[in-house]
């Protein structure tokens, strides 16, 4: 059965440095989500991707997060300096159609920030 | 802004037996609610979708109902087993939003 699958599965970096967290989402879905979620609290929408650009991001995606598709197969969520606080559990997800598509996610990266 | 609220937060319950997971949320302007299943530190396991015009799906045991005028879903578990112990989350899509979750409920099923 088809699955997004991210890598690595945990990650732990020093404060201030850039992440890149990759995902593989399923390959005839055309739309790519970032979630996190920090431990105890309900998972967040990042940002949501669709024919190469972004097409609705949240408040918590601003100007230390980027996304980009760089091939036919990977979708990336780069994190510039990292704090503390981006410490999380990062889920990447893919639906067949738009937003009233099911949705399916990946088994996520776990970001510890050091 | 859409919330999205999941009682109870906790729950444990005999093995073999049925129980209601609930949902509710403020906007009723939805285009389809999805439950998951998330087991600890791993990812989401989509279990059911409802688009708004439906009323309810089934999958095996699971029964998922929407009642959306009144901003509610539940989550019905027939004849609960210990591996269906997991936080089942519910996720709601609305306007330009993408998905929408719950806090969760976490339920122990005891052997």
């Known amino acids: 059965e088809p699955e997004v699958t991210q890598t690595p599965s945990h990650q732990v970096t020093q404060m201030g440095q850039e992440v890149i967290l990759r995902c593989v989402p399923i390959?005839?879905?055309?739309?790519f989500y970032w979630y996190r979620q920090i431990l105890g609290q309900k998972v967040e929408f990042l940002v949501s991707f669709y024919n190469n650009e972004i097409s609705e991001k949240s408040e918590i995606f601003d100007d230390q997060f980027s996304v980009e598709r760089p091939d036919g197969s990977n979708f990336t969520l780069k994190i510039r300096s990292t704090k503390l606080e981006d410490s999380a559990m990062y889920f990447c997800a893919s639906s067949e159609a738009t937003y009233r598509g099911e949705a399916f996610f990946g088994q996520g990266t776990r970001l510890t920030v050091v | 802004k859409q919330e999205v609220t999941q009682i109870p937060a906790a729950l444990s319950v005999p093995e073999g037996e049925n129980l209601v997971l609930n949902c509710s949320f403020t906007d009723s302007a939805i285009y389809n609610l999805q439950w998951f299943r998330q087991d600890p530190g791993k990812g989401l396991t989509s279990l059911l979708l409802i688009q708004s015009s439906q009323r309810e799906q089934t999958s095996g045991r699971l029964n998922a109902s929407l009642d959306k005028s009144s901003g509610r879903s539940t989550l019905y578990i027939a004849a609960s087993q210990p591996g269906d112990s997991a936080t089942y989350l519910c996720a709601v899509s609305s306007g330009n939003t993408p998905l929408v979750f719950g806090k969760g409920t976490r339920l122990s099923v005891i052997a």
């Open positions: 390959s005839n879905h055309l739309y």
